[in-house]
């Protein structure tokens, strides 16, 4: 058997099977996602809208571009690849400008929504819409 063999049944055994996420790992992932549901519930229904839109996959969507002052056909956008990137971020900027707060904060609605999602569904932001 080649030397290279030799080393590479070596790490083979001497390397633990990948056994996947741990227990606490999905504790937390099973959290922030009760969570954002939780603030995209009273986000919602800030906005007028039905708060159980926030467990309907697709249909939320829906509602978001609603808050965002986007029309509702722009989920077929989001369904996309790479636009949907594009079309999120504007989805963001009208939700934060409809709820009073100024572009950095839709770069967090974008970039960290587990977070900023929160802070519009339980703090005092109110929902203004913005006609444009």
């Keep these: 058997m080649p030397v290279s063999g030799v080393r590479y049944m070596l790490l083979q055994e001497t390397m633990p099977p990948f056994e996947g996420p741990g227990m606490?790992?999905?504790v937390v992932i099973i959290a922030v996602i009760i969570l954002q549901i939780a603030a995209w519930?009273?986000?919602?229904?800030?906005?007028?809208?039905?708060?159980?839109?926030a467990i309907i996959p697709i249909y939320n969507m829906y509602v978001v571009c609603k808050v965002a002052g986007k029309p509702g056909w722009w989920v077929i956008l989001l369904l996309i690849p790479l636009i949907n990137i594009i079309?999120?971020?504007?989805?963001?900027?009208?939700?934060?400008?409809?709820?009073?707060?100024?572009?950095?904060?839709?770069?967090?609605?974008?970039?960290?929504?587990?977070?900023?999602?929160?802070i519009l569904g339980f703090g005092s932001a109110q929902y203004q819409p913005v006609i444009t």
């Design 87 to 118: 079309v999120f971020f504007l989805v963001s900027l009208g939700v934060a400008r409809n709820f009073g707060k100024g572009a950095l904060f839709a770069i967090g609605l974008f970039f960290l929504g587990f977070i900023f999602y929160p």
């Design 41 to 53: 519930w009273k986000m919602f229904e800030k906005a007028g809208q039905p708060g159980w839109a």
């Design 24 to 26: 606490g790992t999905w």
